[in-house]
T-cell receptor, first 118, second 109 residues
Framework: GAVVSQHPSWVICKSGTSVKIECRSLDFQATTMFWYRQFPKQSLMLMAT?????????EQGVEKDKFLINHASLTLSTLTVTSAHPEDSSFYIC??????????????FGPGTRLTVT | AQRVTQPEKLLSVFKGAPVELKCNYSYSGSPELFWYVQYSRQRLQLLLR??SRESIKGFTADLNKGETSFHLKKPFAQEEDSAMYYCALKQGGSYIPTFGRGTSLIVHP
C-alpha cells in the first residue's frame, strides 16, 4: 500500500512559539490531504482539507490563522501551529488520497505527530 | 448531517471469545461504511469496507440499513486483535469519512 510519512514524530515547544509539521506521500501523488487532531482514546477530529495548489478548507471551529496549512506540491502538505499554547498539545494526524483514482481509492494515514506545548 | 456512534469506549474479552464492536450511524442517503484499526504505536489503517463484503483477519461487518448499523464481529478473538477500532461513514460524493469516537478492544490471554 501507499505510504504517508510525518515529520517530526514528536515535538516539544514553548508556549508562544510556532511549530511546523510535515506530511509527505512517499510513493504516490496526493491531490488531497487531510489534517486531523486526535485526543487520547478519542476520535479523530477533522481540522482541514487541503488540495494541492489551493487554499485549505477548514472545518467549523478551527482557526485558520492559528493552524496554517500549505499544500504546495502533490507530495507535501504542512501544518504550522502558530503561537502555540498548552491547549494545542495533541496528536496530529495527516492522511492523503489521490482523487484522480476515484472515490473508492483508499485514504492513507500518516503515523501522527505528538505536539507538546509547555 | 451524518453521525457515527460507537457506544462502547472499551471492550474487554478473553482470547477465543466472540467479539462484536457496535457501530450505528445516521445518514439519510446511501452511506459507505468502513472500519479502521489502530494498533498500539501504529498508524490508522483501513480494516474493511462494507462494499467489499470481505473478511479481514477474521473480522466481518454487515451493513444493516434497517437498523442503521455496521457492527464488527469476530468469532474467536486473538490477543493481537487488541487495538482501537474506529467505525467511519462516507456520504455520497465525499472523500472525507466521518469517524466514530472509537472502541478500545482488549483481548486478554
Amino acid at each position: 500500500g501507499a505510504v504517508v510519512s510525518q515529520h517530526p514524530s514528536w515535538v516539544i515547544c514553548k508556549s508562544g512559539t510556532s511549530v511546523k509539521i510535515e506530511c509527505r506521500s512517499l510513493d504516490f501523488q496526493a491531490t488531497t490531504m487531510f489534517w486531523y487532531r486526535q485526543f487520547p482514546k478519542q476520535s479523530l477530529m477533522l481540522m482541514a482539507t487541503s488540495n494541492e495548489g489551493s487554499k485549505a478548507t477548514y472545518e467549523q471551529g478551527v482557526e485558520k490563522d492559528k493552524f496554517l496549512i500549505n499544500h504546495a506540491s502533490l507530495t507535501l502538505s504542512t501544518l504550522t501551529v502558530t503561537s502555540a499554547h498548552p491547549e494545542d498539545s495533541s496528536f496530529y494526524i495527516c492522511s492523503a488520497i489521490d482523487i484522480r483514482r476515484g472515490r473508492n481509492y483508499e485514504q492513507y494515514f500518516g503515523p501522527g505527530t505528538r505536539l507538546t506545548v509547555t | 448531517a451524518q453521525r457515527v456512534t460507537q457506544p462502547e469506549k472499551l471492550l474487554s474479552v478473553f482470547k477465543g471469545a466472540p467479539v462484536e464492536l457496535k457501530c450505528n450511524y445516521s445518514y439519510s442517503g446511501s452511506p459507505e461504511l468502513f472500519w479502521y484499526v489502530q494498533y498500539s504505536r501504529q498508524r490508522l489503517q483501513l480494516l474493511l469496507r462494507h462494499i467489499s463484503r470481505e473478511s479481514i483477519k477474521g473480522f466481518t461487518a454487515d451493513l444493516n440499513k434497517g437498523e442503521t448499523s455496521f457492527h464488527l464481529k469476530k468469532p474467536f478473538a486473538q490477543e493481537e486483535d487488541s487495538a482501537m477500532y474506529y467505525c467511519a461513514l462516507k456520504q455520497g460524493g465525499s472523500y472525507i469519512p466521518t469517524f466514530g469516537r472509537g472502541t478500545s478492544l482488549i483481548v486478554h490471554p
